[in-house]
T-cell receptor
Framework: AQSVAQPEDQVNVAEGNPLTVKCTYS??????LFWYVQYPNRGLQFLLK????DNLVKGSYGFEAEFNKSQTSFHLKKPSALVSDSALYFC?????????????WGAGTKLIIKP | ETGVTQTPRHLVMGMTNKKSLKCEQH?????MYWYKQSAKKPLELMFV???????ENNSVPSRFSPECPNSSHLFLHLHTLQPEDSALYLC???????????????FGQGTRLTVV
């Protein structure tokens, strides 16, 4: 069965420091991986995706994510955190063996950037 | 703005009320979705419409009734809800279900529903 795990409910980072939000997945076939961000009182916004090719994917607002097939991970990273990055982050995966094409979601990680 | 608009933004309703949530997208997409978001839980997919046809109903109670009159509009009709139905209800759209493997979905801002 497909699944996504975001092992940390909350991540606290000081402004200017690098940040990492973790995501691991389990699929039967090949994964298509996505990160979304949700700011307070807003819907989800797409950040970046991995489909194929380069394992390091760059996205919006200076975020990037690294696909690691052997560790089945897709961690979200940013070299220097901003207070405005404080939000809820969701990882999601599609399994290319799933004929329903459904997105499987993680529970979300709350990122808090302190000045 | 993502091109997906939901109304109302907030809704408080009693357990005997009937209300409807509305979603509209101007992205030319053919697939629309209703999700339920509860705190510290993964998003729960409720309904999927592809070219106005319902393709997915993930064991959602009948007190939630979707309607998709065209590819741009999606409704969620609510009646006799329970307090545990209080949540953020998100609408999303994408190009079309069967071509969606590598495309992202676009979300509305959600309706914060409180059932009292």
């Amino acid at each position: 069965a497909q699944s996504v795990a975001q092992p940390e409910d909350q991540v606290n980072v000081a402004e200017g420091n690098p940040l990492t939000v973790k995501c691991t997945y389990s699929v039967s076939g090949n994964p298509y991986l996505f990160w979304y961000v949700q700011y307070p009182n807003r819907g989800l916004q797409f950040l970046l995706k991995y489909i194929t090719g380069d394992n390091l994917v760059k996205g919006s607002y200076g975020f990037e994510a690294e696909f690691n097939k052997s560790q089945t991970s897709f961690h979200l990273k940013k070299p220097s955190a901003l207070v405005s990055d404080s939000a809820l982050y969701f990882c999601a995966v599609r399994d290319d063996m799933d004929s329903n094409y459904q997105l499987i979601w993680g529970a979300g990680t709350k990122l808090i950037i302190k000045p | 703005e993502t091109g997906v608009t939901q109304t109302p933004r907030h809704l408080v309703m009693g357990m005997t009320n009937k209300k409807s949530l509305k979603c509209e997208q101007h992205l030319g997409h053919n697939a629309m979705y209703w999700y339920k978001q509860s705190a510290k839980k993964p998003l729960e997919l409720m309904f999927v419409y592809n070219f106005k046809e319902q393709t997915e109903n993930n064991s959602v109670p009948s007190r939630f009734s979707p309607e998709c009159p065209n590819s741009s509009h999606l409704f969620l009709h609510l009646h006799t809800l329970q307090p545990e139905d209080s949540a953020l209800y998100l609408c999303a759209s994408s190009q079309e279900v069967n071509r969606d493997m590598n495309t992202e979905a676009f979300f509305g801002q959600g309706t914060r529903l409180t059932v009292v």
